[in-house]
DNA sequence: CGGTTTTCTCAAACCGCTTTGAGGCTGACG
DNA sequence: CGTCAGCCTCAAAGCGGTTTGAGAAAACCG
């Protein structure tokens, strides 16, 4: 592997010279720096990271947890973002490095990869309310971006979507369709973005003016499972007049709904309305489902050329203030949304 | 952050000795040893790890590649492996660096990777027959493990579980019970594993007189659906006479083939027994299937700490023929196999 | 044409650690 | 007491880059 050493005597130059001309400064003469550069290319040329992290104090490479729950399963929707992520660091010739985590100790494992000495930044997802990490890491000068938004106007980098939105759309388009009994199975209670839709959700249901009586905002795993037990519990009506409409966090839950509204025989969209947030998940598709599914549509993919870009500004030097992004989600009406059901017009009582 | 030269100059001794008594070398006395180790601790020194790197040629980093398919989605079973790898390593003082693929060059990614110059090896998995990048990896002298076992005896590092005796473990215990009509649905057929359970297979068949006519070999992805949809091909009876027992790949086929047993109104073990391989993916359990599953059972994370080790030993310059390991699955009877059907004990007739 | 900028290039220091080769000190032995 | 191991320690040379301060060459000026 050639060395800058290599390329200086190769052309009778400095190693200086060379470092300059490969690094653009201004100083080296442009037809010197032509020749650097195809000498570099010819000599297959790569700058050992290490040498540079020694000199720069930099490594080119960020870290990201991997959050393990008890069953040594990891969330789902994190690989796809992984996969993503990975490949747009890459082509920003940044490195990702993982570790996996099982502990309670939100920040710990943050520390144990600082440990490590070899990290230049991270990576954070899945925000809580009041999430200690971006503090810790503020504390130890560490760069990082956030998937998600944790809080209105935090101080740090961040890329994420308007969670009350997605939720008030949603109410939005199924009020204008006459439903009143809309009922909400939302992500699980203690991530911020689920506190984000709940808030978004019984605001848009006030603006409406109907009611949202206990026991219809629930919150789950995001999984097929959670979406059936649910709707079966709702749509049996032993909990009272059955919703009209169900809003769901994710599309597997909503694979789920539609489950149970078929094995207790409703149809869609003529019983019931459904309509789900859509991550955009790989092999999941909401446009197939039976019926095709009403969604709002924000692919968890999309935020990762974004964050990616973010942490390379971050990294030199950009106030992490100014590297703020929220997308809105955009409305996707299919089939599985229609007008309420004759006769079940009526709002549930406010308690 | 304390450097060596800050304990050298505490202490009154030479960095050189202070690097040896931090790292165990035999030429230091005892006394000077305790004398630099309490000073290091003291003054919180922690080696810098670039600087560790550039010295001694090592980045401390190995690499392992994510083959993406055309939907963007990766292989469930991949991110089991990688997540319990990851923790694997980091134990071992590796940590791994992530690359995506989608392309069709095999060896591309690699070299790609090797490019950026920062790995000291990789983590290979999913051999197919005559993969083409143990070649490529030994050419270029960077060390590596295969998660998997492509050939009999190849000349490199793996661990992988003997797929024959998968495969034979299971036709033996059916044809203890009297099955002759056994079916496989195997996995993809490009991989290396399928092909040693299809051979597994026939071998086994063979030696108990079974025949096994085209058709009732089947392949496919490791999906529910897969099961599904083969099981109703065969147990309609549409091809021939009903297999009174089918091998599944995974788990995921297997409960596939559950439900169109149940679709069809059969019983298990009553007229059909299920039997898979089971990889122990989180958040799968076999022993609730209805009816428990009968599996040949080998945690596919079993691989990850012996696969962790052989790669630090042969980063330590171990021979890496010698790092060899051959699993074999553990056979777990349960509620899904039974004895033959009265009058199903007819095999098939011989094309 | 001499003097002053500007432009380009260089040698050398440095990052923090490992490793080599040499030398000083100790004690045992003859 | 002289000598020779053996034990300990040291200075110094890398590892492969970046960055500084200075100097040489070229361009500009009156």
Redesign the pocket.
């Known amino acids: 592997?050639?060395?800058?050493?290599?390329i200086?005597t190769e052309l009778?130059?400095?190693?200086?010279?060379?470092?300059?001309?490969?690094?653009g400064?201004?100083?080296?003469?442009?037809?010197?720096?032509a020749r650097v550069q195809e000498a570099a290319t010819r000599l297959g040329?790569?700058?050992?990271r290490?040498?540079?992290r020694?000199?720069?104090?930099r490594s080119g490479v960020v870290g990201m947890i991997v959050k393990l729950r008890a069953d040594m399963s990891a969330d789902q929707t994190f690989f796809d973002v992984l996969t993503t992520l990975t490949a747009e660091l890459a082509a920003r010739d940044l490195d990702l490095v993982l570790s996996v985590d099982q502990g309670n100790d939100p920040v710990a494992p943050y520390e144990r990869m600082l440990e490590r000495d070899l990290l230049d930044g991270f990576v954070l997802n899945a925000p809580v309310p009041n999430d200690p990490r971006p503090g810790f890491l503020r504390a130890r000068g560490v760069p990082f971006v956030m998937h998600g938004q944790a809080h209105a106007a935090p101080d740090y980098a961040f890329f994420g979507i308007d969670n009350r939105a997605v939720c008030a759309d949603a109410v939005e388009l199924l009020a204008s369709l006459g439903h009143a009994r809309i009922a909400l199975i939302n992500g699980e209670a203690r991530f911020a973005f689920a506190e984000d839709r709940e808030q978004g959700f019984r605001a848009a249901m006030a603006v409406e003016g109907l009611a949202v009586p206990d026991g219809f905002v629930a919150g789950g795993a995001p999984t097929e499972s959670t979406g059936y037990t649910q709707a079966l519990a709702w749509l049996s009506g032993r909990a009272g007049p059955r919703p009209t409409a169900i809003l769901c966090a994710t599309t597997p839950v909503a694979q789920g709904v539609l489950r149970a509204a078929r094995d207790l025989g409703l149809s869609m969209p003529g019983d019931l309305s459904v309509i789900a947030h859509d991550d955009a998940l790989p092999g999941i598709r909401p446009a197939h489902f039976n019926p095709a599914l009403t969604v709002t549509h924000a692919p968890l993919r999309d935020a990762c050329a974004p964050l990616a870009q973010m942490l390379v500004d971050h990294l030199n030097g950009a106030p992490p203030a100014r590297l703020q992004t929220v997308n809105r989600a955009g409305l996707i009406v299919r089939a599985s949304t229609g007008p309420v059901p004759k006769g079940e017009e009526r709002p549930w009582q406010t308690p």
Chains 1, 2 share one sequence.
């Open positions: 592997m050639a060395t800058l050493k290599d200086s009778g130059l400095s190693v200086a010279t060379v470092s300059r001309a490969l690094n400064f201004p100083e080296v003469g442009a037809r010197t720096r040329y790569r700058p050992n290490s040498a540079q020694l000199a720069t104090g």
